[in-house]
């Protein structure tokens, strides 16, 4: 099956610091999607992002998807930024989604 | 709007009863429902989806059961809870085709 990479594992950033969160992905998709779980294990959905970019407020997301690789900013973070970042992707239609291995974000006061 | 709910929030079972979770959605019709979990903190894995009443298709092996009586009610089983099911189980919803998927906020379960 699809294969999913994250990075970094893991993130500390000061209050008010820009980042880059990568996600690689070993064939084509037909849906990417960024999430945060925050603390109470929640998944917040980000982005459904199969190709192309998008923005959010702070957040923005490129998909590259002939390369095969989806990249997820944060601007001027802030504490509440804190917690796990995860991108997932399914090949077909079925949204049966395979999750990368996550990117744990701490934003420093 | 959509919404899914899952139930209980929280469970701890000792090893060998049996389970039951429900996860339920609202303000859609025929949605795909997901079964996901998530041991260590860490990536989910997919363990059942569903397409319609009463087709559930299995991902991986395990200790675990899926049926889906109704359109919207998905429920996750078990007849005999082993040490290894405890974690972070997720319900999750999408429209057919390659749409956006949905979770519900989870159920954190501790078998003892």
């Known amino acids: 099956g699809i294969q999913v990479e994250q990075s970094p594992p893991d993130l500390i950033l000061q209050e008010g610091a820009n980042s880059t969160l990568r996600c690689n992905f070993s064939d084509s998709v037909n849906n990417l999607q960024w999430f945060h779980q925050n603390p109470w294990g929640q998944l917040i959905n980000l982005f459904y992002?199969?190709?192309g970019t998008k923005q959010n407020g702070r957040l923005s997301a490129t998909t590259v998807a002939t390369e095969r690789y989806s990249l997820l900013y944060i601007s001027s973070s802030q504490t509440t930024d804190s917690g796990v970042y995860f991108c997932?992707?399914?090949?077909?239609?079925?949204?049966?989604?395979?999750f990368g291995g996550g990117t744990r974000v701490l934003v420093k006061p | 709007s959509q919404t899914i709910h899952q139930w209980p929030v929280t469970l701890v079972q000792p090893v060998g009863s049996p389970l039951s979770l429900e996860c339920t959605v609202e303000g859609t019709s025929n949605p795909n429902l997901y079964w996901y979990r998530q041991a260590a903190g860490r990536g989910l894995q997919l363990l059942f989806y569903s397409v319609g009443i009463g087709q559930i298709s299995s991902e991986v092996p395990q200790n675990l059961s899926a049926s889906r009586p109704q359109d919207r009610q998905f429920i996750l089983s078990s007849k005999k809870l082993l040490l290894s099911d405890s974690g972070f189980y997720l319900c999750?919803?999408?429209?057919?085709?390659?749409?956006?998927?949905?979770f519900g906020q989870g159920t954190r379960l501790t078998v003892v």
């Open positions: 992002i199969p190709s």
């Open positions: 999750a919803w999408s429209r057919w085709g390659a749409t956006e998927a949905f």
């Open positions: 997932a992707v399914d090949e077909a239609a079925g949204n049966k989604l395979t």
